[in-house]
């Protein structure tokens, strides 16, 4: 068909799918939040006599927290409809059966829908019904026990259907961080140790109206209808709700395969690409894309490798774009020993839409398909009231389909190549395969995946400087590094502060170089340069683009080796540390940490504020600086870190160029000696007017290089999620917390074991008390498998979450060297955290945890007491 009359055909189309929805809606839907936070959404539709309501519930995958992957929001699902206070096990189906309806739900990663479809009639009855599930399940003993065997069948159904298994295992491939890689239905240890308060727990947590959309849409007057809703929930009342964050997924650095032998007869695969979410106008033209390479049988994909090849015997492709980034898939089925054909040739179709643009005639043809399903599934009134549930929970939106529908049809070829070039690369690849067994291709499986992996490569130059380099090709930016051992390690009480103060002036000025010729030098290629200092280690961190490496090295290196501490430039920092220690001493819970750490650590450098002893500070002299730096400065003490994309020969000379004049220093090790710890409970307490109040208890601790703080870390992580045990007893039982939490506290001495509380003054005895409790009561009874193993998914999750960029790498890989863990430490963590059983945090409880020997301190009105 000749272009013109494709256009026309569109046209066409679109005309009548607009009119015959505009027939099938008689008017705008009306949406009103009601006082207790519940939206509702009414749309009339008078095309047949039948109604659809329906419960939105932000409640799914992303929003389990601590029972993530439990599939806690499914098992509720599952249960809502088991009994409320005024209905029995069974009377809420039978009465929905006896008002000529239907009922059903479903579960997904950011909601989870409750829907009754009925004759318009039965309004009354149908609401009753919903609104009584939603707001008073009671959650049978039994009934959960049944449920969780119908759900443990589900699973084992799921692993035996090959396209449900190969889905699963490729979602949980594509996402190594975010909730998307944990299927809806949970893993089956994680849902068995689900009890059944663990899931009323949950549901008095999101089940609020606050979080929940109810709409209403068919054969209703709304007038009539709205206020039946209102009274319907007119007792359900508004509660708090915390904010759920979701970890984002990190750019993958390298294609990720997996596959395994199953009892297939065909090969099955999945190749995807991460691609944009919900709110990205990206959406479209991947849509469209979609049904260019795999949307029927006139597709690119359908035409070349099945009907012209013959090597598969079905694939299609879809973009799935849920809230948060989603997945482009290509599915197909093949013979085992066509495999890398067929991986061959889906790959060039994704080459070709690269490197030319659609035709239009592709275009025109796809986006009428893309329209027409989009459209064709909201003649019913299901279809109505589920579009409006996808506008307004999911893409805040309520018009979404109708902005779809007209971002849609405007898509160009251009912006369907641009959106392939902008995902389609190996790098950012996902490839699942299910094989008939004795014919899977493991091993191969396992070089391709390796070949992505940038390493580090480690060289110590002449001089004794340590440097790691890691050739990054897939980003065109570089993160170099130059950290020292020392920072408050190397100060005693008459310099404590030394160290802050020198790096900072140290960026002020050079022999070559003035303050404003370092920051153009930097800041004109769109690079940055700071200083930090700390307890065990001070430095420099730099960023630029790739091309601009060396610009970054030869500034870097002029710093480092030559500063000059003008006299001016000192006393404008100087006059900035004194201000930071006053706002350290005014803030409630920095000077808490202040406090607590001049009580834990007396007289030892960790005792020590890192901007430093007032009087101290005041006194120092650009002299006093250039003596410390002379002994700081020591290469055989420095890690020089290049993460990027680097040609590593040219860095390794640009390294010695502009470092190799750093000669070595003879200075002692800055290691003081161990912290003396109080041997006794020892209290301390600060004046503050605040209506807050901060409490600190900590124990004496472990370093950074014992494995104890891996147990440790785990139970900082049991204490100190939203369903960590100081949050649910403090916060939520007792409510005397504001913010609670807990950290492990490690260095290259001992460290400390660290809870703390924000408070009112009159609770400050209560909440004091109650963290001793929580932490008495894990050394008592232990832990639970779950709560253990959500802890460490947790563990887990967030260390990903902090290893996304070639800054985060670089940084945790040159500590772990710098303080002799090796810079390939980082790569153990995750094994390490797997590896903590409930008997190694049972052991370290006993080893940190002595109730006759730790130090509690206070800050706030501290007099206050009482009601």
Known sequence: MRKDAFGIALLL?????????????????????????????????????????????????????????SGVSHFVEHMLFKGTDRRSVGQLGEEVKAAGGQTNAYTGYDRTVYYITFHRDSFDKCLDILSDALMNSTFDPAEVEKER???????????????????????????????????????????????????????????????????????????????????????????????????????????????????????????????????????????????????????RLYRELREKQGIVYHIDAWSATPRDPGMFWVSSSFEPENAEKVRQAIWQQIEKVKAEQVTEEELETARAKVLSSYLFSRESVEGQARSLGTGEVEAHDLNYDKRYVDSVARVTAAEIQ???????????????????????????????????????????LSNGITLLLRDGPSTETVSIKSIFLGGALAETPETNGITNLMSKTMLKGTKTRSAEEIAAAIESRGGTMSSFSGHNSFGFDVSMLSSDVETGLAVLGDVVANPVFPEQEMQREKMAALANIKSVNDEIFSSSMKLFRETMFNGHPYSFLLQGDPEVIASLTPDDLRAFHTKAVNPSRMVLSIFGKIDEERVIDLVQEYFGSLGPVESPAPSAFPPDFPDVITRAQRELNKEQLSIVIGFPGVTVANPDRYPLDVLTALLNSQGGKLFQVLRDEQGLAYSVGAFNLVGVEPGAFVMYILTIPQKQDDAAAGMLDVIRDIKESGVQPQELERAKIELIGKHAIGLQTNSQIATEASFDELYGLGYDNYKTYDEKIRAVTAEDIQRVLSLVIDFDRYVMVRVGDVDMQGE
């Open 418 to 460: 641009g959106v392939a070039r902008k995902y389609f690369f190996e790098e950012n690849m996902v490839v699942t395969a299910l094989f008939p067994r004795g014919k899977g291709p493991a091993a191969e499986v396992v070089q391709r995946e390796e070949r992505h992996v940038p390493q580090i490569e480690k060289t110590v």
């Open 13 to 69: 189309l679109l005309q009548v799918l607009w009119i015959s929805s505009a027939v099938a809606e008689d008017q705008e839907p009306r949406r009103v939040v009601l006082d207790n936070g519940m939206t509702v959404i009414l749309l009339e539709n008078h095309n047949s006599p039948v109604v659809t309501i329906q419960a939105w519930v932000r409640a799914g995958t992303v929003t389990e927290q601590e029972f993530i992957g």
């Open 149 to 299: 065997e119908v759900i443990l069948k589900e699973i084992k159904m799921n692993r035996d259907d090959a396209f449900r298994r190969l889905y699963m295992r490729a979602q949980l491939t594509a996402y190594a961080v975010h909730p998307y890689g944990n299927p809806v239905i949970g893993y089956e240890n994680l849902l068995r140790n689900l009890t059944r308060d663990d899931l009323v727990t949950y549901y008095k947590r999101l089940y609020i109206p606050n979080n929940i959309t109810f709409i209403a849409v068919g054969d209703l007057d709304a007038d009539d209808a709205f206020p039946k809703i209102e009274a319907a929930f007119a007792d359900f009342q508004r509660k708090s709700i915390s904010p759920i964050t979701v970890p984002s997924e990190p750019p993958q650095e390298g294609g990720r395969e997996y596959s395994e032998e199953f009892d297939v007869t065909v090969a099955q695969s999945m190749m995807g690409f991460h691609g944009p979410s919900l709110f990205s106008d990206d959406v479209y033209p991947m849509d469209v894309l979609a049904i260019i390479l795999g949307g029927g049988d006139t597709s």
